[in-house]
């Protein structure tokens, strides 16, 4: 069965760094479009980032210039590297796959999500 788990949130001070993982499992993970969600208590449910299965990456204005992501096709593994928080970019993250290319939602396979806390 596919499954998506993420790691690495946490509490960071602003301006702190954090490098968030989503290891894939039940899935060729390289076939698959990667994403970044995040949502806050109230909110619907944001995109972050993605990478596509050529390695292309699209960032949302809020992240840009401070987020980056990464996958490893050997790992079975995105990331999400995340300097210079701050405040706002507290949320709950989630890891999302979607088969390369497609546009159907239908298709998607979601993480739990990891909690991502910029507080002094």
């Known amino acids: 069965q596919e499954q998506l788990v993420e790691s690495g949130g946490g509490l960071v001070q602003p301006g702190g760094s954090l490098r968030l993982s989503c290891a894939a499992s039940g899935m060729i993970f390289s076939l698959y479009d990667m994403a970044w969600y995040r949502q806050v208590p109230g909110k619907a449910r944001e995109l972050v980032a993605y990478?596509?299965?050529?390695?292309?990456?699209n960032y949302e204005d809020p992240v840009k210039g401070r987020f980056t992501s990464s996958r490893d096709n050997t790992k079975n593994t995105v990331y999400l590297q995340m300097h210079s928080l701050k405040p706002e970019d507290t949320a709950v993250y989630y890891c999302?796959?979607?088969?390369?290319?497609?546009?159907?939602?239908?298709?998607?396979?979601w993480g739990r999500g990891t909690q991502v806390t910029v507080s002094s």
């Open positions: 999302n796959a979607r088969p390369g290319g497609y546009r159907d939602s239908n298709f998607d396979i």
């Open positions: 990478i596509t299965t050529h390695n292309t990456t």
